[in-house]
């Protein structure tokens, strides 16, 4: 704690006095009371933006999924298991915020046809899933009329300036950040892109600490100076 | 590890010599590079089984599922992430083993049609999975001719007996360890039941710990007192 102040004390405080809710971490989506369909993110980088942002001074909110991690010193978390969850927990928390920045991966699709026991290997052979699109809570949150300004976080594992720009222009954001699965899914160190308007802008590779308070930065920079009035 | 070697000086040295081999956790089955299929085994019971029989005397190996533990103290530890993996491991370890404890809950199924590439959300709809049927391993290893004393454990959320009693009959081992998933998963105390020829014994409620030195007691009264030679 004492290092984390102290850290803090260094750091350019860009948001400060702003209101921060961030989500980090895998999302599960349970297919019986024992199995469940995830990803493998470690939650690593939205709780390093999560500190990034509290050391710039903002009021930082974490919705997570399930990770290893322990809670950002001066951050409030809420863990959470499915999309859905993170949806409601997400929507709970939107209002009064400056800042919203989408890190979870969260998943595309639940299961329809969730099992209340656990399935039997029996004779039947293997299990039948079917799947239901879950809410987009990025496209939500930035269509929230006077919303907070939002910024989206791509992980793919090819094609990675296509599939950034398409999504920047399908959720309704004006910055995201993409970065290639196969570098970063529970690595330490990190290569990320900043897509916007002006095309695409890469960082070099870093600590996830590093990248986030560089991330930080250059959403502090991009943020609007004078937020519309929040309800 | 002074507090790990004084309470293990304490324990009743049951396991002297013996060699033992024990999987914990859950296994991931990939779906695509960053999506996985998984259960919410958290570990600690296969990692308190592996503490208390290295605090009996025994020379433990561990084959460990993706959880967030360490690796218990005096204990080898080996970590993977499929049932394939996993499979594939303790065959390599099961020569010269004494006792062989099935601890992890290993996924039935993998996907067949794993993508080399992320899905993409687009027009397709939803994903297709098919499922292809893991190795079994615990009865593969049962079925070794003057191979190890077979312990396996079977998590239910309903039917406890019933399934317990079939599943040890499948994999024709003597003795399974039985417990409802819904008080166990992720939990830090527990309920067990122990099946064998003579029926079922259940204990008392207790933390893993407590429970897991109960249960290396019980398989130390079943364990042949002379083995088989091994090759």
Chains 1, 2 share one sequence.
């Not at 890469?202 to 609007?224: C, T, Y």
């Amino acid at each position: 704690q004492l290092v984390a102040e102290l850290t803090a004390f260094f750091q350019p405080k860009r948001l400060k006095g702003k209101r921060v809710l961030i989500t980090a971490g895998p999302t599960t989506e349970a297919i019986d009371p024992v199995r469940v369909i995830t990803n493998r993110s470690s939650g690593k980088t939205g709780y390093a933006l999560a500190s990034a942002a509290w050391e710039a001074g903002a009021d930082v909110t974490l919705i997570s999924g399930p990770t290893a991690l322990e809670t950002p010193y001066g951050v409030v978390r809420t863990v959470v298991e499915s999309a859905q969850q993170m949806h409601d927990a997400v929507m709970s928390q939107i209002a009064h915020q400056d800042l919203f920045i989408s890190v979870a991966a969260v998943a595309d699709w639940r299961v329809a046809n969730v099992s209340g026991e656990k399935l039997k290997k029996d004779g039947s052979g293997a299990p039948k899933i079917e799947f239901a699109p879950n809410p987009d809570i990025l496209a939500t949150v930035a269509a929230i009329p006077n919303g907070p300004w939002c910024v989206g976080f791509a992980a793919e594992t090819e094609n990675l300036a296509q599939y950034a720009e398409e999504k920047r222009k399908r959720k309704g954001i004006s910055m995201l950040i993409g970065n290639l699965a196969q570098h970063v899914m529970d690595a330490d160190h990190t290569t990320v892109s900043i897509f916007d308007d002006a095309g695409e802008h890469r960082l070099p590779k870093s600590s996830k600490q590093a990248v986030a308070r560089q991330l930080i930065e250059a959403i502090a920079q991009r943020l609007p100076q004078v937020p519309p009035c929040k309800a």
